[in-house]
């Protein structure tokens, strides 16, 4: 990619935003699932489902263990297990700030590769919108997350898929979730 940082064009529509799409987010997200049509159409689980939506304005974006790239799939993956629902399939929307560093935006996207794939769950679609210099804090990302609801004891069923996730996910949740997840380390750490 010819920019070094994202420009207002990179949310256009246009040439830019085609290569930020290819060149960032397909490069890091592919899978036989990932679209870039309006929505991803999948198949459906037997059963029910369970559906969560998580909105991650982090600053700075890039802390110690992470950075909001891995948060945004810890935090949705988490809200999904402990539903009692194997994580599938996650959509993000990005808010990106003019200026922001192609570099660091990249290096997001490559920690939701990562983590997504150690968490078992595919990227399917998403969306990318640029803001103003000073409108946005660097970059936003919302995640969409949808998992199976398995059968069986709940308390079993959370204890493996938070085996499913463990590695991926369990300090930076501890450590940016601190309310939500203390209740659910603790649910774990007493077996």
């Known amino acids: 990619m010819n920019n070094k940082t994202v420009t ?3 949310g256009a529509g246009g040439k830019q935003t085609s290569e930020l799409i290819d060149e960032v987010f397909k490069a890091h997200f592919s899978n036989p699932d990932l679209t870039a049509d309006d929505a991803a159409v999948l198949p459906a689980p037997k059963g029910k489902i369970a559906m969560s939506t998580d909105g991650f304005i982090v600053s700075p974006a ?7 790239g891995k948060l945004s799939i810890c935090g949705t ?3 999904l297990a402990c539903m009692g629902a194997k994580p599938l399939y996650l959509s993000c929307a990005f808010v990106i700030e003019e200026g922001f560093p192609m570099e660091k ?3 997001i996207a490559g920690a939701m590769e990562k983590t997504a794939k150690e968490a078992g769950v595919r990227i399917v679609s998403g969306d990318t919108k640029v803001a103003g210099k000073g409108q946005v804090d660097g970059v936003f990302i919302t995640t969409t997350g949808v998992g199976e609801i398995l059968d069986g004891d709940l ?4 204890e493996n898929i938070i085996i499913l996730f463990h590695k991926a996910c369990f300090l930076v949740l501890y450590i940016s979730n601190k309310q939500e997840t203390k209740t659910n380390v603790r649910l774990f750490r007493d077996k």
């Not at 890039?62 to 909001?68: A, D, H, M, V, Y």
């Not at 308390?155 to 959370?158: A, G, I, K, R, V």
């Open 77 to 79: 993956v988490n809200d």
């Open 62 to 68: 890039f802390f110690p263990g992470g950075n909001i």
């Open 155 to 158: 308390n079993e069923l959370l």
């Open 105 to 107: 935006l990249e290096e």
């Open 8 to 10: 207002m064009a990179h």
